[in-house]
């Protein structure tokens, strides 16, 4: 441990810390826009410059190591005045177009300026014209007058993704961000660069000028697309009455895990998981009765598949009830259907259907594209596909859960093996031709909208909290299941007792003892 | 000027000096042969480390110490690079050494290697002297054949590769990290310290970084002795330099001095002083970085620590002397044009600080200065100043800061309107 004072105050932090880490770990924030920790210091932007004792000049913070008795200034009028100059000087050139700009209200350069510069303009002379609207990738835009030349962008695509697909070219002045021989970022984690700039200099088609950053309700939640289990922020609005209409999803950004998914994740997941909460939801209860559809309440669609459960039991003690499960429940829900059908009603076949595996690309994204296999088999589940045609000749009634078995090998196997089931329930977060084929469809909760936990593939346990609710009559799969487990009265005292996710979750981890620790 | 103190360029008279067959009859590659068969490397660093000869490109740092930052131990291979990128403003000295004497600067090279432990040396050259790269290279050539370069030279199984490499242009390139990044292939962007090139250089090994008249003055420290070298020049700067005199003056040229000659002789004796009728209006002293000092201020003596305490710099020696019939003003729009130019772009301001200088000047040149255009200069000036990534944005700070300071009455009416 090396001994040092900053602002006054005595610090001890580990040898070989930068100075900018251990203020970090002071709780001193330095300003920066070049220093990023997944990236080797460049000291381009000179915003960190600190006072240190016996320097004759002011020092980068983001590369100076700490050495013992060091002396360290990060707010003292030399060091204001530094940042002052330089931000005098990225603001000369920069166009203030904050009003149509993406980033304002989170960049950093409007941040600064209100801490360390609220100068008065003295720039006279012409600005520089640049570019303003450069595709450099699918989804992103690059502004050349918003650019500050931290060189983020470049240096992730360089040393992270090892892609380098931009460069810096030009000198002086005329210095910009650029493709080569303009062949666009096709690197699977170009939204990153989004995140990473830190001011509006390349924006993302699929937020630019959609919203404003302080519409927005930030919530922590992990990606579904893989089981990786990356942790996101879904940025929302959340609707009536902080803005008119229901709740919307904008953007889905990292949430840095250094034990999953460092700062970064995917654009599969990224993108995927907006498109996927906006589209081909399922928002209606409906009753396939007849010819037309019903719309129903909660109370009476379980209420009648109650029923139908219960005089099952009644007439046939070998169970009759199957199920087709996804590994996109939680670990809660998944829980409560083992202890519901699987050890309360004895269901005579529980098989699964996910979404078929994806390439894995070597970074981030892995083959396996549910986010809770792992906690299924943890479970005791078999997560083998469903054998249709032995299900319909033992099943009176199929519960299906998520919208994957459309998409499962065999064609369409499942519609013909379906039609000899009668009565089939189907709860679901999206619709597709599975609908058509049951008799209820009860709409559930994407994973951003509901809470529990999932088990990524390394075995980590992470919660997710429910942070955008697409419609009022969607429910997440926990309070549905909780719900039909007392209209069926299994006689299950502890099931009576539950109230929501936590409460399911005490009960699996005193249950199975691979969930016995606290996520 | 008295023929004995010139060192460097005492042959320069010569014709065919850059071919080996002259320089080995005027006793060439004697040092060599001197320090590689009879000195130990440790001997020849502490050699140079006494004779305090410090760097001719700009910076004036010891060679000798600077050698000595470079780890013994290393598993790593160890480079010498020689930066012979003259791109300073007003200093066209390296150049006279590698057109008329290419071989005193690779025997410079051959002993520095060797006091060192290097198998293996660049030579960094600006792109535009292609006639002296191309000697450079003959000469190498010639010093191959000889035995000099090469492996096992004379029989002491000390090996060493000297390769020429041209620059493409940019003053940036001169500075040691900024060419270290270019000779990799890279663009010529400065890198941050530390680590210094001597722990972690060129590819990331070891390596020294000599100016082309540092080296050159090297043959001579191990023949002579570095007391000898010392009483040439002064106590703590040892040696002549080689003076570029340009501008205003009767007899611009190249003038080998001691250390620590006056400017006032300098630019009055050995330069032929100004022409008829015409009067000093200010000198920049060590190449266009340095800042410009007034006509009282001249009498300063040209070492390193004596022009530092003028508030100047010796820099390279590039001395450019500005009479009364230059308006200031197109100085200071040159000096300012000059590091916007030349601004690699890298850090924020550097690139933005010398293009705002650059568009107030311009713009006072035009005519539309406004009162307060001076102190915003003065204060833009100092917010470069120390605070950029490489010495560039300190070149281009002290000249601007000093002409504004200096000169304001001769800027002023180019200051019209109110602020």
Redesign the interface.
Known sequence: MVKIVLDGQPLEVAEGTTVFKAAQQAGVAIPHFCYHPAFVPEGSCRLCLVAIEGSPKLELACSTVVREGMKVATQSPAVRAARRGVLEFLLAEHPLDCPICDKAGECKLQDYYQEYGLTESVFREFKEKRDKKVRIGAKLILDRERCVLCTRCVRFLAEITKTSELGVFERGIHSEVGLYEDEPVRSGYSGNLVDLCPVGAITDTEFRFKTRPWFLTKGESVCPLCSRGCNIFVDYHPGFPRVPGSAKVYRVRPRTNEAVNGPWICDFGRYGLVEMQRTNRSDKLVWNKGDRPTELSWNKVLTVIGERIKSLRERESAGGVSLILTSWLTNEELYLVKRIFKDGLGAAHISFADPVPGPADGFLLRAERSPNRRGAEEMGFDLRPPDVEVLARDTRILFVFGPHLAGAPGGGAWKKALDKIPVKVLVTSHLNELAAAADFVLPSAFITEKSGTLTNGDGRVQRIAAVARACADVRPETQILIDLAREIRLGDGALDALDGPDSVYRLLAKDISFFGGRP | MSAATKILTRDFELGHLHRIETYLDRGGYRAVRKALLEWKPEQVMDEVKKASLRGRGGAGFPAGVKWSFVPQKTDKPKYLCVNADEGEPGTFKDRYILAHDPHLLIEGTIIAAYAVGIHLAYIYIRGEYELIARRLEEALAEAGAKGYVGRNILGTGFDLDVFVHRGAG?Y?CGEETGLLESLEGK?GHPR?KPPFPASVGLFQSPTVINNVETLANVPFIVLNGAAWFLEQGQAKDGGTRIFGVSGAVNRPGIYELPVGTSLRQIIFENAGGLKPGRTLKAVIPGGMSSPILLPEEIDVTMDCDSVAAAGSMLGSGGIIVIDDRTPIMNVLAKVAKFY??????????C??????IH??VK?MAAGKG?A?DVD?LIRLAS?IK????CPLGDAAAMPIAAIAKKFRTELEPAMKGSA
């Open positions: 940019a940036i663009r941050l916007a130019h030349e601004s690699c772009g890298q850090c924020t301001p690139r933005l600080g010398t293009s705002w568009k107030i713009r406004k307060d915003t917010n120390a605070r950029t990534l």
